[in-house]
Nanobody, 119 residues
Framework: QVQLVESGGGLVQAGGSLRLSCAAS????????MGWYRQPPGKQRELVTS???????NYADSVKGRFTISRDNAKNTVYLQMNSLKPDDTAVYYC?????????????WGQGTQVTVSS
């Protein structure tokens, strides 16, 4: 079965850094666009950043210049480097990927990892 497993969340002070990882496993033929979403407490889930299979990236305005998305196709893994963290970055972060298998194409989601930024 295809699954995405996230790691790297935690508690950090404002101005600090964290790096999230998301590894895809299973019978994957093509690992397409991958992205990171987040859901702050009491708010809707929002797209933070994404990266295509060819390396094209996009970022939400709120994280430009602070966050960097990257991927290692040999490891089927996407990363999110988060610098200069702010309390407003506090949220559950979810990894997402479009994945092609022998029998299907669809979007898959990680379980979420908590990021808490204190003042």
């Amino acid at each position: 079965q295809v699954q995405l497993v996230e790691s790297g969340g935690g508690l950090v002070q404002a101005g600090g850094s964290l790096r999230l990882s998301c590894a895809a496993s299973g019978s994957i033929l093509i690992l397409g666009t991958m992205g990171w979403y987040r859901q702050p407490p009491g708010k809707q889930r929002e797209l933070v950043t994404s990266i295509s299979a060819g390396g094209i990236t996009n970022y939400a305005d709120s994280v430009k210049g602070r966050f960097t998305i990257s991927r290692d196709n040999a490891k089927n893994t996407v990363y999110l480097q988060m610098n200069s963290l702010k309390p407003d970055d506090t949220a559950v972060y979810y990894c997402q990927s479009n994945i092609v298998t022998a029998s299907s194409r669809g979007d898959y989601w990680g379980q979420g990892t908590q990021v808490t930024v204190s003042s």
